[in-house]
């Protein structure tokens, strides 16, 4: 397999278990705010912001989300919004531990492969993957999402329980538990975006993946561009108050539409293609808004909030810090899978064979 079908392995080890940085939010109403989110406070307030010739908040640059928090908060620290020091050291000191020795994570959505240190896909020592730790903070939260209160994705609808799921990822491969995998795919559409190399991980919403989580912002009064290095996509986002294009036109990433609200720049997005809709929502009534804040010279607090009242019982809201880091970010070759494609469907059409059915049947 290529670079792309390494680093969404990896995504299902940090994605899920993973995500920090810095943040300057205060705790939850009636909690004391930990040592260091005050002294993040601090170093923010010391700090002058950088603008541009036309007075907007200077993004610019090369960032990465990379971290180690859950996007949902964890039963033990319920009712907890923050970290103590300790904790959250312990939460960094784990994800790095997981990263290299190939620990067991629970609870991750979607992914059956487990970290093989011992593995030339996934051995980031040995193959000078190590600086993707450069940039990575420690983050005194305790989850990602931030609303609703308790730190959890929110129910979902009657109509999104009974929606059947896309193919993505690799849900196509089911694990044989005999260090094999049994092939669910008729038709190369049924391999899923990921494995094809579909456009689909510059977001919305900036998620992480592993050493290729890295971003380049690259900024104007009339747009804004975000090159994500996994997949080398570029989202260009115009910064005017027009309309959003007609409904009947579906985007990989949506269409985003921006504008500055203070110092913080307010991302909306609609016309989601059905394949990229995120999380299996639905296309025709997701709304996917991002802010971007500079909170301090080595950091911008990313949020978005999903809404979609056809698929959760409410909007939900989650932040993602991204550190600055040291550019340039390396080109991300994927090959489209061209060859990948054609020997996973020979290869499970064989296995039919061998296996008695004299012809290829579905196995979906």
Same mark, same amino acid.
């Given at each position: 397999?290529?670079?792309?079908?390494?680093?969404?392995?990896?995504?299902?080890?940090?994605?899920?278990?993973?995500?920090?940085?810095?943040?300057?939010?205060?705790?939850?109403?009636?909690?004391?705010?930990?040592?260091?989110?005050?002294?993040?406070?601090?170093?923010?307030?010391?700090?002058?912001?950088?603008?541009?010739? @036309? !007075?907007?908040?200077?993004?610019? !640059?090369?960032?990465?989300?990379?971290?180690?928090?859950?996007?949902?908060?964890?039963? +033990?620290?319920?009712?907890? =919004?923050?970290?103590?020091?300790?904790?959250?050291?312990?939460?960094?000191?784990?994800?790095?531990?997981?990263?290299? =020795?190939?620990?067991?994570?629970?609870?991750? #959505?979607?992914?059956?492969?487990?970290?093989?240190?011992?593995?030339?896909?996934?051995?980031?020592?040995?193959?000078?993957?190590?600086?993707?730790?450069?940039?990575?903070?420690?983050?005194?939260?305790?989850?990602?999402?931030?609303?609703?209160? @308790?730190?959890?994705?929110?129910?979902?609808?009657?109509?999104?329980?009974?929606?059947?799921?896309?193919?993505?990822?690799?849900?196509?491969?089911?694990? @044989?538990?005999?260090?094999?995998?049994?092939? /669910?795919?008729?038709?190369?559409?049924?391999?899923?975006?990921?494995?094809?190399?579909?456009?689909?991980?510059?977001?919305?919403?900036?998620?992480?993946?592993?050493?290729?989580?890295?971003?380049?912002?690259?900024?104007?009064?009339?747009?804004?561009?975000? #090159?994500?290095?996994?997949?080398?996509?570029?989202?260009?986002?115009?910064?005017?108050? !027009?309309? /959003?294009?007609?409904?009947?036109?579906?985007?990989?990433?949506?269409?985003?539409?921006?504008?500055? #609200?203070?110092?913080?720049?307010?991302? =909306?997005?609609?016309?989601?293609?059905?394949?990229?809709?995120?999380?299996?929502?639905?296309? +025709?009534?997701?709304?996917?808004?991002?802010?971007?804040?500079?909170?301090?010279?080595?950091?911008?607090?990313?949020?978005?909030?999903?809404?979609?009242?056809?698929?959760?019982? +409410?909007?939900?809201?989650?932040?993602?810090?991204?550190?600055?880091?040291?550019?340039?970010?390396?080109?991300?070759?994927?090959?489209?899978?061209?060859?990948?494609?054609?020997?996973?469907?020979?290869?499970?059409?064989?296995?039919?064979?061998?296996?008695?059915?004299?012809?290829?049947?579905?196995?979906k």
């Amino acid at each position: 397999m290529n670079r792309f079908w390494v680093s969404w392995s990896a995504l299902a080890l940090l994605a899920a278990a993973s995500l920090s940085g810095p943040s300057s939010l205060a705790a939850q109403s009636g909690a004391a705010k930990p040592k260091t989110a005050a002294k993040l406070d601090a170093k923010a307030a010391a700090w002058t912001m950088p603008r541009l010739p @036309d !007075g907007r908040p200077d993004l610019h !640059g090369y960032w990465t989300n990379l971290s180690f928090t859950p996007m949902e908060r964890p039963a +033990k620290y319920q009712g907890r =919004e923050f970290l103590t020091e300790q904790e959250m050291q312990e939460v960094y000191k784990a994800g790095l531990q997981v990263t290299y =020795e190939g620990q067991s994570v629970e609870g991750i #959505e979607g992914f059956g492969e487990l970290y093989n240190p011992t593995s030339v896909d996934y051995d980031v020592t040995t193959y000078a993957l190590s600086p993707w730790q450069n940039g990575i903070r420690p983050n005194p939260r305790s989850s990602l999402i931030v609303d609703p209160p @308790d730190g959890r994705i929110p129910p979902l609808t009657a109509e999104a329980k009974a929606r059947a799921s896309r193919r993505g990822g690799f849900s196509y491969v089911e694990d @044989d538990h005999h260090g094999g995998g049994i092939v /669910h795919a008729d038709v190369p559409t049924d391999l899923g975006l990921n494995t094809t190399c579909m456009p689909v991980h510059a977001g919305p919403p900036l998620l992480p993946a592993e050493y290729n989580s890295n971003l380049l912002i690259v900024q104007s009064p009339e747009s804004l561009a975000i #090159e994500r290095e996994v997949g080398s996509e570029v989202r260009i986002i115009p910064l005017d108050p !027009g309309p /959003h294009v007609s409904a009947n036109i579906h985007e990989w990433h949506g269409d985003s539409r921006g504008h500055w #609200e203070g110092d913080t720049l307010v991302v =909306e997005t609609t016309n989601f293609r059905p394949e990229a809709a995120y999380r299996n929502s639905n296309p +025709k009534t997701l709304k996917i808004t991002e802010r971007f804040t500079r909170i301090d010279k080595d950091t911008i607090e990313y949020k978005f909030t999903v809404d979609d009242p056809t698929t959760w019982t +409410k909007p939900w809201s989650a932040i993602i810090p991204m550190s600055r880091v040291n550019g340039p970010i390396f080109e991300y070759a994927c090959s489209e899978d061209n060859n990948d494609a054609v020997n996973i469907m020979a290869g499970a059409r064989a296995f039919e064979k061998k296996a008695g059915e004299g012809k290829p049947i579905s196995q979906k």
